[in-house]
């Protein structure tokens, strides 16, 4: 065996990567936090193929044709649930979705009973949302296939972190830069920093990728020590806006507040709504971003969200199938016997 492989082609750079199972050398998929700058390169560049795939009019692939997938979920989704189950059919896997309102954690049954229950099923892959952090890596640690984290409480959300990543490479690479990470670049990163999963996962990620990552919350709503994650914490929106390359906006995350965190809806989006006024303040093509559910009028206007050639809301979420794809195709290689992987 060669101690490298190289990626699939993609703009005209091929990778060297680790031989093999080495390239992504863990059963799950739990948080950027536990990958190497190269693992998370090697899943980017894995969903090239599947970026491709999805724009064609026929989105299919037999890569895990016979493995079955179940997406567990005892919180709400929208965008990552539909996108792993569309990821899995995509790839030719029976995909089963498990939503906690329906099921019997209603009646009582707690999280490691069911993680058996799922076990007992011979899943090939499980896709856990859970509210508490740590569930998802609780409920790993109990069963035999590999585990994907699609969000557990203010812990980690890495397929977020990784198709936010996937979204800006393309956005960029269509500007006409060159660089195949983000060194040079400023992401400002506006919301509730405090409770949020996505903000983790993507300071942790973006921040592997050599971007500056810059924090911006009511003083309320910024984590103690963001500095030692190797991100700016700042109050002042305007002053954390100016030259940004990227401004990616989070929701309030009240589901998960206890108590007051700010005065009021207005009085937020007055300190720390994006306006088009204010976006000026960013570098003169700043990108939009925006993991989605959205609040329109609060922490981010429409003519902003919506605002072509600037705003990657959208592609963020195209990128998201093709990431999850991916996700899913590496994770099963062991099980598909994929040669240098089982
Ligand atoms: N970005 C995100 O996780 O959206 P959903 O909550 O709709 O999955």
Redesign the pocket.
Same mark, same amino acid.
């Given at each position: 065996m060669t101690s490298t492989q190289s990626s699939p082609a993609h703009a005209g750079l091929v990778r060297e990567y680790p031989a093999g199972s080495l390239a992504y050398p863990h059963r799950d998929l739990l948080g950027i936090g536990q990958m190497e700058r190269h693992e998370i390169l090697f899943l980017l560049d894995e969903a090239e193929q599947w970026v491709d795939l999805n724009r064609q009019k026929t989105k299919h692939s037999d890569a895990l044709a016979g493995l079955t997938i179940i997406n567990a979920f005892f919180e709400?989704? *929208?965008? *990552?649930?539909l996108s792993f189950e569309i990821a899995g059919k995509r790839l030719g896997a029976d995909v089963v979705n498990m939503h906690a309102a329906t099921s019997s954690v209603k009646k009582g049954e707690t999280l490691i009973d069911t993680a058996i229950t799922l076990n007992a099923m011979r899943a090939d892959a499980i896709v856990i949302r859970h509210g508490s952090s740590g569930a998802v890596e609780l409920i790993a640690d109990k069963v035999d296939c590999p585990v994907l984290n699609a969000?557990d409480g203010q812990h980690e959300?890495p397929t977020?972190a990784l198709l936010d990543a996937l979204a800006l490479r393309h956005a960029l690479r269509e500007r006409g830069h060159s660089a195949d990470d983000f060194t040079g670049l400023t992401v400002t990163i506006c919301g509730d920093i405090l409770h949020s999963r996505?903000a983790r996962s993507n300071i942790l990620c973006l921040t592997a990728l050599g971007a500056t990552v810059r924090l911006c919350a009511p003083p309320a709503l910024m984590p103690a020590q963001v500095d030692a994650m190797g991100a700016q914490p700042f109050s002042d929106f305007d002053a954390a806006l100016e030259g940004a390359d990227v401004v990616m906006m989070l929701r309030l995350q009240t589901e998960r507040m206890e108590g007051q965190f700010i005065p009021s809806a207005r009085e937020y989006h007055h300190l720390f709504g994006l306006t088009k006024e204010r976006l000026a303040r960013a570098a003169p093509d700043a990108l939009v971003m925006h993991?989605?559910?959205m609040n329109r009028g609060v922490e981010i206007d429409s003519e902003v969200a919506d605002m072509i050639g600037r705003s990657i809301i959208t592609r963020q979420v195209e990128m998201g199938v093709a990431i999850r794809m991916s996700a899913l195709d590496v994770l099963t290689r062991k099980t598909r016997q994929v040669e240098g992987w089982a």
């Open positions: 709400a989704s *929208t965008r *990552t649930l969000g959300h977020q996505v993991p989605g559910p």
